[in-house]
């Protein structure tokens, strides 16, 4: 499940397996951006796999 931040409610997706989510962030990366999402966090269940990532570009 990814979780995005700023926190503008919850949105998460489920996925299989974390190269999946990775996967599915990398097609939706500049979709993310664009709607202002700063930074995403891989989670497992409520175990932060990884992040929050930045996805900003700079």
């Keep these: ?3 995005w931040e700023p926190d503008t ?3 998460d997706a489920r996925f299989d397996s974390q190269a999946e989510a990775e996967e599915w962030l990398t097609e939706h990366y500049p979709d993310l951006q664009d ?3 700063g930074e995403v966090t891989l ?3 409520d175990r932060v796999v ?3 990532m930045s996805l900003d570009p700079a």
């Design 1 to 3: 499940m990814w979780r």
């Design 9 to 11: 409610g919850t949105i």
């Design 43 to 45: 989670l497992e269940g």
């Design 35 to 37: 709607e202002g999402v």
């Design 50 to 52: 990884y992040g929050p």
